[in-house]
T-cell receptor
Framework: DAEITQSPRHKITETGRQVTLACHQTWNHNNMFWYRQDLGHGLRLIHYSYGVHDTNKGEVSDGYSVSRSNTEDLPLTLESAASSQTSVYFC???????????FGPGTRLTVL | SQQGEEDPQALSIQEGENATMNCSYKTSINNLQWYRQNSGRGLVHLILIRSNEREKHSGRLRVTLDTSKKSSSLLITASRAADTASYFCATVGNYGQNFVFGPGTRLSVLP
């Protein structure tokens, strides 16, 4: 069965370190998205991609970067982790025709 | 600013009752979607309604869309304890972009 996976599921890091969160989907979807979820804010879009080598900034992109070298993967990098980036991060993918998004299980990141 | 805003923020009902959640948005849309999130899990797609549709059903779910008022409602009939979750609306812009989620409604169904 097709799926979308994220790794790691939990991560603790220190302020200033570079962190990369992985997202891998086997739906063969063109569209991929990264969100963060914090209490009181719902989901906020960080970056998204509509295909290989395409990346776009979302609502809260400062301090984050992504690259899309193939259809299956969209890794999210925190260049220099800050305590404000402590959050739960969700990756999602969608077919460009249906718009329905399929979500990964999430990564809980703690920045100390 | 957020496109979708759910109302109420939290809702507590007895098993068997109906639950209604509302979503308001600000700009024109291609479609509106409802998602469910169980505690500690990712979101799961429930239903999509296009801007030219007014009502849609899926099992115990009924969704309405009023584009003149820029609002949608999700009705869950005959609720069950297993329906306890957070429910989010998400709007998609006219060209498939700007996928924006609201802050969600936390539904508790008491047995």
């Amino acid at each position: 069965d097709a799926e979308i996976t994220q790794s790691p599921r939990h991560k603790i890091t220190e302020t200033g370190r570079q962190v990369t969160l992985a997202c891998h989907q086997t739906w063969n979807h063109n569209n991929m998205f990264w969100y963060r979820q914090d209490l009181g804010h719902g989901l906020r879009l960080i970056h998204y991609s509509y295909g290989v080598h395409d990346t776009n900034k979302g609502e809260v992109s400062d301090g984050y970067s992504v690259s899309r070298s193939n259809t299956e993967d969209l890794p999210l990098t925190l260049e220099s982790a800050a305590s404000s980036q402590t959050s739960v991060y969700f990756c999602a993918s969608s077919d460009r025709r249906t718009y329905e998004q399929f979500f990964g299980p999430g990564t809980r990141l703690t920045v100390l | 600013s957020q496109q979708g805003e759910e109302d109420p923020q939290a809702l507590s009902i007895q098993e068997g009752e109906n639950a209604t959640m509302n979503c308001s948005y600000k700009t024109s849309i291609n479609n509106l979607q409802w998602y469910r999130q169980n505690s500690g899990r990712g979101l799961v797609h429930l239903i999509l309604i296009r801007s030219n549709e007014r009502e849609k059903h899926s099992g115990r779910l009924r969704v309405t869309l009023d584009t003149s008022k820029k609002s949608s409602s999700l009705l869950i009939t005959a609720s069950r304890a297993a329906d306890t979750a957070s429910y989010f609306c998400a709007t998609v812009g006219n060209y498939g972009q700007n996928f924006v989620f609201g802050p969600g409604t936390r539904l508790s169904v008491l047995p």
